[in-house]
């Protein structure tokens, strides 16, 4: 059985892996307006991937006889000045998700629930990934700068990655 404590907490963990499903889908819209598709495609499997990761945490909850419950979202931006802007604030979401969750970590050890942190183990490498890969994007943008052929193939470099995530 779950403590009320860590209840509290992963229902704000699970309004978070929400909202960061709709910060990507708003992100993966505006992209694909501005003639950026593989970037889009990228955005939407990342969307995709949030609300699994949100569902995990759903599911984990009500098998601890927790419950999960479902909270209010804050609507996300509509607009970037750039695509390094955008992959910017993915980067620094992703840096807050995993204090987030290493938060969650400390809980645990503090109530020496073993059971959920090792629920929780799975999301600590997670993290390592998500950040790793929007560093990685954020790199390449820089790399190409305004070269109209660099920024072409790093559009299709994107759409590769969302292939790759889907099938992963
Ligand atoms: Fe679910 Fe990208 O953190």
Not at 19 to 27: G, K
Not at 114 to 137: D, G, K, M, P
Not at 153 to 160: E, I, N, R, V, Y
């Amino acid at each position: 059985m779950i403590s009320k404590n860590l209840e509290k907490a992963i229902n704000e963990q699970i309004k978070l892996e929400e909202q960061s499903s709709r910060i990507y889908m708003a992100m993966a819209s505006w992209c694909e307006v501005n003639g950026l598709a593989g970037a889009a495609k990228f955005l939407y499997a990342h969307s995709d991937e949030e609300r699994d990761h949100m569902l995990k945490f759903v599911h984990f909850l009500n098998d601890r006889g927790g419950h999960a419950q479902l909270q209010e979202l804050e609507a996300p931006g509509h607009s970037w000045n750039s695509l390094e802007e955008l992959f910017k604030s993915v980067l620094d979401h992703e840096r807050y998700v995993t204090s987030k969750i290493n938060d969650l970590v400390d809980i645990c050890l503090e109530e020496k629930d073993h059971t959920t942190n090792s629920f929780l183990q799975w999301f600590v490498t997670e993290q390592i990934e998500e950040e790793s890969l929007a560093q990685e994007i954020v790199d390449k943008i820089k790399l190409v700068g305004e070269s109209k052929g660099g920024n072409f193939h790093l559009d299709m470099f994107l759409s590769g990655l969302a292939q790759a995530e889907a099938g992963a």
